[in-house]
């Protein structure tokens, strides 16, 4: 399953992020129209991916070879 698809169907509308060394960056899900878009946003594509539904703030934690990245979830407009 693609990841901006499985996101979107879990009922989230909006991501945040901080790219290493860069500022927080809050993205609408509908203004991303594929997977890649949303890697390139991140600076990070991701080899694993682990998703957290039930944390207080639900999150995804992506991760390649060299980098960790925390991707926070929401169900609101940012």
């Given at each position: 399953?693609?990841?901006l ?5 879990e009922?989230?509308?909006?991501v945040t ?5 860069g500022?927080?960056v809050?993205?609408k899900l509908?203004d991303v ?5 949303l890697?390139k ?9 682990q ?11 992506c ?10 979830l929401?169900?609101i407009?940012?």
């Amino acid at each position: 399953m693609k990841f901006l698809q499985f996101i979107q169907d879990e009922g989230f509308t909006a991501v945040t992020f901080t790219p290493n060394g860069g500022k927080a960056v809050k993205l609408k899900l509908a203004d991303v129209p594929t997977d890649e878009d949303l890697y390139k946003q991140m600076k990070l594509t991701p080899t694993t991916i682990q998703y957290y539904p039930f944390e207080r703030e639900p999150y995804i934690h992506c991760q390649n070879e060299n980098e960790v990245m925390k991707v926070k979830l929401h169900k609101i407009i940012i």
